[in-house]
C-alpha cells in the first residue's frame, strides 16, 4: 500500500521523525514498569551502556574507524549532556515534584534550542514558530491540567531547578552534537555518546547507594521485559534516529518531539495501562499537534531536509 524508498534523504528524515515521535512517547510507560522493580539510575546505565556496546560494534562490523581521543571528549561530553545531566536530572526532579510538572518543564527543550541557536547566530525565529512555541507550551498546560502540574502540595523548589537544568542540557547537547567533530559513522558517534554516558550513570548508581540491598532475583517480568524495549527501540532505534535528526533537519523541527512525546505516553497509557482519556485530553492532542505544524511548517511546500555530507564539508573548511 505505501511505496516508501528509504534510499531517499527526505523518506530518511520522514521515518527518524516518526521514530521518536512514537517510540520515545512509548518509553515514558516502558519506564514506569522498569521502576517497578529496577532502581533508576542502575537501569537507565544499564539500557544505555548494553545499547552503546551493540551499536558500536554493528558499526565496527560495517567498517567504521577508530575513533581519536578528541573523538571519544566530544562524545563523552554529548552523553553526559543528553544522558547524565540531561535524563537524570528528569529522573532526580521527579522525585521531588509532580510527573506532570516534570513533562511540563520537558516541554521547554524546544525554547531553549530556538533560543540558544538564535544566540549562536542561527537562524532568526519566525512568528510562526513563535507562535507555535507558546501553543506547545499552552497545550502542554491543557494536557496535563492543573491538578497533574502543581498536585496538591507545595513544589519543592530543588526539583524544579534540576528539570531546568535538565531540559537546558539536553538543549545544549543536542545543539553541540549537531556540528561537533565526531566519526563520520553517525552509528558509531551514537554508541560513543550512548556507551560513555551508560557507564557513567552506573558509577553514579553505586556512588548513591542503589546497588545496596539490590537483588536480581527480585526483578520482575514486566521489568525485564520493559528494559528489553528501552535498549531496542528506545535507545538502539529511537537515539540513532535522533542523531540522523540532529544532522539532516533544523534544530527548532527536531525539538517538537518534546510535545508530541507526552501525548502518545497518554493514549498509550490509555491503551496498556488503563489511565483515563477525557475530552481535555483530545482538545489538548489537538492544540499541540498545532503547534508542531506552526513550528515545523515550511517555507516552501515540503520539507527539505539538511544534507548530512554538509558537517563533512563544515569540517573539511577549519
Not at 179 to 206: F, N, R, Y
Request: glycine share 10%; with cysteine; proline share 4%.
Amino acid at each position: 500500500m505505501f511505496n516508501i524508498d528509504l534510499k531517499s534523504d527526505s523518506s530518511k528524515l520522514i521515518a527518524a521523525f516518526l521514530a521518536v515521535y512514537l517510540i520515545w512517547g512509548s518509553t515514558y510507560l516502558a519506564i514506569r514498569f522498569g521502576l517497578e522493580s529496577l532502581p533508576p539510575f542502575l537501569m537507565s546505565g544499564t539500557r544505555y551502556l548494553i545499547a552503546g556496546a551493540l551499536i558500536y560494534l554493528y558499526a565496527w562490523k560495517k567498517g567504521a574507524g577508530h575513533p581519536t581521543k578528541g573523538q571519544w571528549l566530544r562524545a563523552t561530553i554529548i552523553g553526559v549532556l543528553l544522558f547524565v545531566l540531561g535524563n537524570g536530572g528528569i529522573v532526580l526532579a521527579a522525585q521531588s515534584i509532580p510527573s506532570g510538572l516534570v513533562s511540563l518543564m520537558v516541554a521547554t527543550v524546544p525554547i531553549y534550542i530556538v533560543l540558544l541557536d538564535w544566540w549562536k547566530g542561527g537562524k532568526t525565529p519566525s512568528h510562526f514558530t513563535g507562535a507555535g512555541l507558546v501553543v506547545g507550551v499552552l497545550g502542554m498546560i491543557l494536557l496535563l491540567g492543573p491538578s497533574k502540574i502543581g498536585g496538591t502540595t507545595s513544589v519543592d523548589p530543588v526539583g524544579i531547578v534540576w528539570a531546568m537544568l535538565a531540559s537546558l542540557a539536553w538543549a545544549i547537547g543536542s545543539l553541540y552534537a549537531r556540528h561537533a567533530d565526531l566519526p563520520k559513522s553517525q552509528l558509531q558517534a551514537a554508541s560513543m555518546e550512548t556507551v560513555t554516558a551508560g557507564a557513567i550513570m552506573i558509577l553514579i548508581s553505586a556512588c548513591i547507594g542503589e546497588t545496596n540491598g539490590f537483588n536480581i532475583a527480585e526483578v520482575t517480568a514486566k521489568s525485564w521485559l520493559s528494559l528489553l524495549y528501552l535498549i531496542v527501540f528506545g535507545s538502539i532505534v529511537g537515539f540513532t534516529a535522533y542523531v540522523y535528526m540532529l544532522k539532516a533537519a533544523s534544530p527548532t523541527r527536531v525539538s517538537t518531539y518534546a510535545y508530541v512525546n507526552p501525548v502518545v505516553a497518554v493514549f498509550l497509557g490509555w491503551a496498556l495501562a488503563g489511565e483515563a482519556v477525557t475530552s481535555q485530553t483530545i482538545m489538548a492532542s489537538a492544540v499541540i499537534l498545532c503547534a508542531v505544524w506552526l513550528i515545523t511548517r515550511p517555507s516552501k511546500a515540503k520539507l527539505q531536509p539538511v544534507p548530512v555530507r554538509t558537517r563533512e564539508l563544515e569540517t573539511a573548511k577549519r
